[in-house]
């Protein structure tokens, strides 16, 4: 499974971006698929999730309502949109799946696929 993310650029503070993630061979519309980001030295972070049915995690809860993941079959892409963002969303962001269609987690060790991680900058 190779799964590309991509979308990630310089933003400037309380800007907005788009994130998609495809992958050649294989149908996402039958799996669930996580965002994680990572700053360098700090550990992976999971954001969101969404399982092959549709349904959206949010980790924390409260990130929904700033991101917002979801996803386009006849595409083959995952999105998550993010919106007001601020220095503290300044990472790499990844996309991931482990080829189950209902299984949601913030726990990046549940994951086996991995995109190449798209870079999001925020400066003014």
């Known amino acids: 499974v190779q799964l590309q993310a991509s979308g990630g650029g310089l933003v400037q503070p309380g800007g907005s971006l788009t994130l998609s993630c495809t992958a050649a061979?294989?149908?996402?519309?039958?799996?669930?698929v996580a965002w994680f980001r990572q700053v360098p030295g700090w550990e992976r972070e999971g954001l969101s999730c969404?399982?092959?049915?549709?349904?959206?995690?949010y980790y924390p809860d409260s990130r929904k309502g700033r991101f917002t993941i979801s996803r386009d079959n006849a595409k083959n892409t995952i999105y998550l949109q993010m919106k007001s963002l601020n220095y503290d969303d300044a990472a790499v962001y990844y996309c991931?799946?482990?080829?189950?269609?209902?299984?949601?987690?913030?726990?990046?060790?549940?994951?086996?696929?991995w995109g190449q991680g798209t870079l999001v900058t925020v400066s003014s």
């Open positions: 969404i399982t092959a049915s549709g349904e959206s995690h």
């Open positions: 991931a799946t482990d080829l189950r269609g209902e299984t949601c987690s913030d726990y990046d060790g549940l994951y086996r696929y």
């Open positions: 061979g294989t149908r996402l519309g039958y799996y669930a």
